[in-house]
Nanobody, 115 residues
Framework: QVQLVESGGGLVQPGGSLRLSCAAS????????MYWVRQVRGKGLEWVAS????????TYDNAVKGRFTISRDNARNILFLRMTDLKPEDTAHYYC????????RGQGTQVTVSS
């Protein structure tokens, strides 16, 4: 049974940084592409970033490119999202997922960017 548990969210001021983590279990993590998606209250899921199984290839939505970095630790089955220069528009519930659309995702962690 796939289990994804996100952590690391919180309240941060504009320009600040956070690192999200996602502990994965129940599947062969090291062979799967992994994704971060987010959802603003009242809106649909939005893809944020993807990373290849070995971690050598990553892609980002234009809204976060240059500010966010996705990475993974295949030895510990953990996915990360390093977020820098955070903006109020980054405020959302963030999920890690095993698919681009976020259909199979964890419970998420809230990120609020506000002064």
């Amino acid at each position: 049974q796939v289990q994804l548990v996100e952590s690391g969210g919180g309240l941060v001021q504009p320009g600040g940084s956070l690192r999200l983590s996602c502990a994965a279990s129940g599947f062969t993590f090291r062979t799967e592409w992994m994704y971060w998606v987010r959802q603003v209250r009242g809106k649909g899921l939005e893809w944020v970033a993807s990373i290849s199984p070995g971690g050598y290839s990553d892609t980002y939505d234009n809204a976060v490119k240059g500010r966010f970095t996705i990475s993974r630790d295949n030895a510990r089955n953990i996915l990360f999202l390093r977020m820098t220069d955070l903006k109020p528009e980054d405020t959302a519930h963030y999920y890690c997922a095993t698919d681009h659309e976020g259909t199979n995702r964890g419970q998420g962690t809230q990120v609020t960017v506000s002064s």
